[in-house]
T-cell receptor, first 113, second 113 residues
Framework: NAGVTQTPKFRVLKTGQSMTLLCAQDMNHEYMYWYRQDPGMGLRLIHYSVGEGTTAKGEVPDGYNVSRLKKQNFLLGLESAAPSQTSVYFC????????????FGPGTRLLVL | GNSVTQMEGPVTLSEEAFLTINCTYTATGYPSLFWYVQYPGEGLQLLLKATKADDKGSNKGFEATYRKETTSFHLEKGSVQVSDSAVYFCASDSGGGADGLTFGKGTHLIIQP
């Protein structure tokens, strides 16, 4: 049982390039989330999904898109990367409605030059 | 929307000292409250949680009590160890659990031998 995994672990992009971050969970969780972590800012929610085929915007969605084609995967896309998107990105999942614990992946460190 | 405020560090203590990390929240509903811990280079792990007023969450010697009257969820430990050195995040949900967690900015705890 791997829990929540993220690929890649680290990536360097040039301004304007695109990339996709992959999150996978093997716990059959309904809900999945993407957060970004910046120094002194804590974690902020980018997008989330409450089930296969659904997505919703979080606190800081601009510049990102997401897709949840399969229940176990949640993809975060950057169409045209900007230096302001330099951050550590965390994916999380939880069972569903109610005060469920969120399980976090190890993070993806992204540097946009 | 919800917000979480926690004391900012770094907090430096000697081994076996008493620890308190303050956390207060604002919420329109009845949120569940969480403390997460992040060790260097890793994702966040749930440390403890409380789902309603006067509940006490506890784990690994850490405790926090959900105080509705003071809107607080302070983290305490009677005797800290070097291995407790990490970043601690207080968080709340929206009450329904679907739309992610709202995090404080994190408190970096350093325990010296």
């Amino acid at each position: 049982n791997a829990g929540v995994t993220q690929t890649p672990k680290f990536r360097v992009l040039k301004t304007g390039q695109s990339m996709t971050l992959l999150c996978a969970q093997d716990m059959n969780h309904e809900y999945m989330y993407w957060y970004r972590q910046d120094p002194g800012m804590g974690l902020r929610l980018i997008h989330y999904s409450v089930g296969e085929g659904t997505t919703a915007k979080g606190e800081v969605p601009d510049g990102y898109n997401v897709s949840r084609l399969k229940k176990q995967n949640f993809l975060l896309g950057l169409e045209s990367a900007a230096p302001s998107q330099t951050s550590v990105y965390f994916c999380a999942s939880s069972e569903g409605q109610g005060p469920g614990t969120q399980y976090f992946g190890p993070g993806t460190r992204l540097l946009v030059l | 929307g919800n917000s979480v405020t926690q004391m900012e560090g770094p907090v430096t203590l000697s081994e076996e000292a008493f620890l308190t990390i303050n956390c207060t929240y604002t919420a329109t509903g009845y949120p569940s409250l969480f403390w997460y811990v992040q060790y260097p280079g890793e994702g966040l792990q749930l440390l403890l949680k409380a789902t309603k007023a006067d509940d006490k969450g506890s784990n690994k010697g850490f405790e926090a009590t959900y105080r509705k009257e003071t809107t607080s969820f302070h983290l305490e430990k009677g005797s800290v160890q070097v291995s407790d050195s990490a970043v601690y995040f207080c968080a709340s949900d929206s009450g329904g659990g679907a739309d992610g967690l709202t995090f404080g900015k994190g408190t970096h705890l350093i325990i010296q031998p």
